[in-house]
């Protein structure tokens, strides 16, 4: 991918999942903002903290998965229907959720989850 060119907004979201399901966060500081803040975990401020999060979390529990099932929009709000899960492939635990996700300057700014609350 050439590097000049503009990510577009559902495209640095899904690298924001892959960073979690791979446990590699070195492209926190190139997708996410210096003031990145998720609004579900208020603790966790910009690139450094993510990273912190993604290598404290993912050796805790190796098996996290995010799955992305539709994003919605393209510009500066991005919404995601996803999931997110672990355990066993053929008995995952999972739990239904939609993100919404700022982006800001070509960086994801700050996101807020919702979760199903009919389970």
Known sequence: ??????????HIATRYFEMWNTGDPSIADEILSPDW?????????????VRQAVERIR??????????DSILG???LVAIV???GHGPQDNPTTT?????????DGRLAEMW???DATK
Request: charged share 20%.
């Open 1 to 10: 991918m050439n590097s000049d060119m503009p990510q577009s907004a559902q």
């Open 37 to 49: 803040i998720d609004h579900a975990h208020p603790e966790v401020t910009g690139p450094h903290h």
């Open 59 to 68: 050796t805790a529990q190796p098996d996290l998965r995010f799955q992305i």
């Open 74 to 76: 393209d510009s500066d």
């Open 82 to 84: 996803g999931s997110a």
């Open 96 to 104: 239904r959720l939609v993100w919404l996700i700022r982006v800001q």
């Open 113 to 115: 989850t919702y979760r």
